[in-house]
C-alpha cells in the first residue's frame, strides 16, 4: 500500500514523468497529470492516471487540478522558473510538494557537488524570466531557494536534483548519440582521452527516487540523484557495445586535431572538460539504491536502437567525424 493516496504531477508524460508515472502507479497511487495536451498521452488509455488540460504557468490551472484532485502529493517536472515554483507551493501548500531540479543548480568548482555543502549559482532578477541555455543553471539554483523558503513556512517541499538522466523514451537523444554511433560504426570519435565524467542517473532509478523523495523526504531538502558509480565516456562505448552485442574502438582526439575540423570538444554529446559528479548519500540513506550500469546501460542502448534514435539535431555530423578519423589515421 502507498504511504498516500493520491499524485498529482505538473507534466508527466514525456521522458522523466513517464517512468514516474509507472513508479507512482506500481507503489499503487492514483495519478493525475496536468499538461497542455501538446504531445501524445501514453497514458491516455490507463487505468489510475487523469490528464487535465492546463498551463503552468497560470496559477489559475494549477489551483482548478488542486480542487479537482485534492493531491496528497505534487511532483513538479516542469518548473523552469522561480516565479512558477513560488506560486506552485503556495498553491500546493496542503501537499507534499517535489521539485524536480537539475544538478545544473550547484555553481561549478566542487567535486564531488554536496546538497548541504556546495554553492548553488546566483540568480539575478532579470535571469528569472529568461529561456536562454546560459541562465538554466541561474534558474534551478533560484527554483530550489523558492522550495527551501516554502519549505521555512510550513510547506512539505523537497527538491531532488538529477544529473544526466538517460533511459527509453529520452527526447534529448544525447545518450542515444552514442548508442547510434556503437550500433553502426565500427571507429567512434572521442573527445580528449575518453575519459570525460559526466555524472549520469537511469531514468528509471529517478523515477523510484522521486517516489521515495515524495513519500520518505524530509521537508526543506535537496536530495541529488546519481548513479553510485561514475563512468567514463570510453567505458559508456564499453558498455553500449557488449548490451548490442558488437564491437567499438574509440579513438580520441586532442582539442588541437578537433579544431583542425572545426570542431570543439564540447560540440560532441556528453563531453565535460572537468569532472562532474555529485554526492548520493542522503538520497542512499533514504533505502535507495541505483540499478548498476551495464544493466541499466543495456536497457537504454536496446531501447534507443529500437526507437531508432540518432541523437540530437545538433550532433556533429558523421561526415565531419569520418573526416577527423581519416586525419588521424593518416598521422
Known amino acids: 500500500m502507498p504511504k498516500y493516496d493520491t499524485a498529482l504531477f505538473v507534466g508527466g508524460t514525456r521522458f522523466i514523468g513517464r517512468h514516474t508515472v509507472e513508479a507512482f502507479l ?3 497511487y492514483a495519478v493525475t497529470t496536468v499538461t497542455r495536451g501538446e504531445h501524445d498521452d501514453p497514458f491516455a488509455d490507463r487505468d489510475g492516471v487523469e490528464n487535465r488540460t492546463g498551463d503552468r504557468t497560470e496559477r489559475a490551472d494549477l489551483a482548478a487540478a488542486r ?9 513538479d517536472f516542469v518548473g523552469l522558473h522561480p516565479g512558477e515554483v513560488r506560486a506552485a507551493t503556495d498553491v500546493f501548500a496542503d501537499a507534499r510538494y517535489v521539485y524536480v531540479s537539475s544538478g545544473s ?3 561549478p568548482g566542487d567535486v564531488p557537488m554536496y546538497e548541504d555543502e556546495t554553492p548553488l549559482h546566483p540568480c539575478e532578477p532579470e535571469q528569472e524570466g529568461d529561456d ?3 541562465t538554466y543553471g541561474p534558474r534551478k539554483a533560484e527554483c530550489d531557494r523558492a522550495v527551501f523558503a516554502a519549505a521555512a513556512e510550513g510547506v512539505e517541499a523537497m527538491a531532488v536534483r538529477p544529473m544526466l538522466v538517460q533511459g527509453p523514451h529520452d527526447y534529448t537523444e544525447r545518450f542515444g548519440y552514442w548508442v547510434n554511433r556503437v550500433a553502426e ?5 572521442v573527445p580528449g582521452d575518453g575519459g570525460s565524467l559526466l555524472h549520469r542517473v537511469y531514468v528509471a532509478d ?4 522521486l517516489l521515495l523523495v515524495a513519500e520518505e523526504g524530509e521537508p526543506g531538502e535537496a536530495y541529488n540523484a546519481a548513479d553510485r558509480s561514475a563512468y ?3 567505458r559508456s562505448l564499453e558498455l553500449i557495445a557488449d548490451a548490442l552485442d558488437t564491437d567499438v574502438t574509440p579513438v580520441h582526439a586532442s582539442e588541437r586535431e578537433l579544431a583542425a575540423h572545426g570542431v570543439e570538444p564540447t560540440d560532441i554529446s556528453l563531453y565535460t ?7 548520493t548519500g542522503k538520497l542512499a540513506a533514504l533505502g535507495w539504491e541505483p540499478t548498476p550500469p551495464p544493466a541499466s546501460v543495456a536497457e537504454t542502448a536496446r531501447a534507443h536502437v529500437d526507437a531508432g534514435v540518432t541523437g540530437p539535431d545538433e550532433s556533429l555530423d558523421r561526415v565531419t567525424e569520418e573526416a577527423v578519423l581519416a586525419a588521424l589515421g593518416d598521422e
Not at 480542487?67 to 511532483?75: I, N, Q, S, T
Not at 560504426?185 to 570519435?189: I, K
Open 105 to 107: 543548480a550547484y555553481a
Open 67 to 75: 480542487d479537482a484532485v485534492e493531491p496528497d502529493v505534487v511532483v
Open 206 to 209: 529517478l523515477a523510484r527516487a
Open 132 to 134: 536562454t541555455a546560459e
Open 185 to 189: 560504426h565500427g571507429e567512434v570519435l
Open 26 to 28: 506500481d507503489a499503487g
Open 273 to 279: 572538460p572537468d569532472p562532474m559528479l555529485v554526492s
Open 232 to 234: 567514463s565516456l570510453d
